[in-house]
């Protein structure tokens, strides 16, 4: 059963954008991203920048944020 809930307050593109610029990244946004990754119906420049999120997280640039 899928959900009826859509964190997508703003695209993608401009969501890792906000998170790049402030190093930080809150539950907020993790769940937006969640979502946008179950709906499945993110384009390829949308998966490389989850995947840049991702990398900055794993290597220390950006903090996680409660």
């Known amino acids: 059963m899928k959900s009826q809930y859509?964190?997508?307050s703003i695209?993608?593109?401009a969501l890792c954008g906000q998170i790049m610029?402030?190093?930080k990244i809150t539950i907020?946004?993790?769940y937006q991203i969640?979502?946008?990754l179950l709906n499945d119906t993110l384009?390829?420049?949308e998966q490389i920048?989850?995947?840049r999120l991702l990398y900055g997280i794993r290597h220390g640039l950006l903090r996680i944020i409660d």
Do not use: M, Q
């Open 21 to 23: 610029v402030s190093g």
């Open 43 to 45: 384009s390829e420049p």
């Open 28 to 30: 907020s946004d993790r």
């Open 11 to 13: 695209p993608i593109e």
């Open 6 to 8: 859509c964190w997508h």
């Open 34 to 36: 969640r979502s946008a």
């Open 49 to 51: 920048l989850i995947n």
